[in-house]
């Protein structure tokens, strides 16, 4: 008698979640998705969990059975200081108690201001509140797997580009305004190099983790294209949507203003450093490993302007 395809457990189901979720489901394999509002409709290889995976209890039923376990979760830069790092021991118990491999998705805001290209020996040197919430939580993950508690990989993109990402730079308002004629806007240097990873090569990344015993105990750089600037890629996108995209840089003044009313940009501020040095991304150690490396950007950004396109007609 066959065995059941592996179960893949994929905790979050905002901007990368459900990507993972698809490129397993188009692998064969079964996949539950674990969020923490209602759940989604379930469909042949999915079911769907919700409920608050910071109750250990919760997150040991909601990851049973999984032979995988994506941690996908980012709640907005306002709650991190109160959720980060419990939504983290919540993934890591369910993880640890399924015995499971657990994959983590993580940013670079724990390197702080680079001085060159990051790479994973890179040390850890937060200049932000939330880069040193994001170098505890490496370390809450690292710890883990180095004393046997749970099996982890960790990879981590820069900024993510692409379609359908709301809480992006690249998001709705982006390309309301540049269809509209009106500049994108940027935090900082918009001439200054700026490594932005594909959103679809970050859910294809994180897969090719969860499906090779060789990821297990590493940091990983997910394939992400050479740094360009901000300009220069709004450009392209521009271009390939048949119109002349600018870009702008937004006076610090109007996002401190703005902060005083909405939570999100009052988060904002610190992390302006990523666009006043290079941001540039070493990934050679994923792509030696795994032999794929990032779409080509004419690639990306033709996809992304075309689901611009069918989201303007819509």
């Given at each position: 008698?066959?065995?059941?395809?592996?179960?893949?457990?994929?905790?979050?189901?905002?901007?990368?979640?459900?990507?993972?979720?698809?490129?397993?489901?188009?692998?064969?394999?079964?996949?539950?998705?674990?969020?923490?509002?209602?759940?989604?409709?379930?469909?042949?290889?999915?079911?769907?969990?919700?409920?608050?995976?910071?109750?250990?209890?919760?997150?040991?039923?909601?990851?049973?059975?999984?032979?995988?376990?994506?941690?996908?979760?980012?709640?907005?830069?306002?709650?991190?200081?109160?959720?980060?790092?419990?939504i983290a021991r919540g993934a890591l118990h369910g993880a640890a108690k399924a015995n499971a491999r657990l994959v983590a998705l993580d940013s670079l805001y724990m390197y702080g201001r680079p001085t060159g290209p990051m790479r994973e020996d890179t040390?850890?040197?937060?200049?932000?509140?939330?880069?040193?919430?994001?170098?505890?939580?490496?370390?809450?993950?690292t710890d883990a797997h180095a004393r046997g508690d749970v099996r982890v990989a960790i990879g981590r993109a820069s900024d993510f580009f692409g379609a359908d990402l709301p809480l992006s730079s690249f998001s709705s308002r982006f390309f309301d305004r540049i269809q509209?004629?009106?500049?994108?806007?940027?935090?900082?240097?918009?001439?200054?190099?700026?490594?932005?990873?594909?959103?679809?090569?970050?859910?294809?990344?994180?897969?090719?983790?969860?499906?090779?015993?060789?990821?297990?105990?590493?940091?990983?750089?997910?394939?992400?294209?050479?740094?360009?600037?901000?300009?220069?890629?709004?450009?392209?996108?521009?271009?390939?949507?048949?119109?002349?995209?600018e870009t702008a840089r937004v006076p610090m003044f109007v996002i401190r203003a703005l902060g005083l009313f909405i939570p999100f940009m009052r988060e904002l501020p610190e992390m302006a450093y990523q666009w006043e040095v290079p941001f540039e991304v070493d990934d050679r150690r994923f792509v030696e490993a795994f032999g794929w490396s990032a779409t080509p950007i004419e690639e990306a950004v033709e996809a992304t302007a075309a689901w611009a396109r069918r989201r303007r007609a819509a």
């Open positions: 008698m066959n065995s059941k395809p592996a179960l893949h457990v994929v905790l979050g189901a905002g901007q990368i979640g459900p990507r993972v979720a698809e490129r397993l489901l188009a692998q064969g394999h079964r996949v539950r998705i674990v969020r923490k509002s209602a759940a989604g409709t379930p469909r042949p290889g999915l079911e769907w969990r919700h409920g608050d995976i910071r109750d250990l209890a919760f997150a040991e039923e909601a990851t049973r059975g999984a032979d995988v376990v994506y941690d996908c979760m980012n709640p907005p830069y306002h709650k991190w200081p109160e959720l980060l790092l419990p040390p850890m040197n937060p200049c932000s509140k939330k880069g040193a919430l994001r170098a505890e939580l490496s370390d809450l993950r509209a004629g009106r500049p994108a806007e940027c935090i900082g240097d918009p001439d200054m190099p700026h490594a932005y990873t594909y959103v679809e090569d970050v859910a294809r990344g994180l897969v090719t983790l969860g499906t090779h015993e060789a990821a297990l105990g590493r940091v990983w750089h997910l394939p992400t294209p050479p740094a360009e600037s901000t300009r220069a890629l709004v450009a392209r996108v521009g271009a390939a949507l048949g119109i002349e995209a």
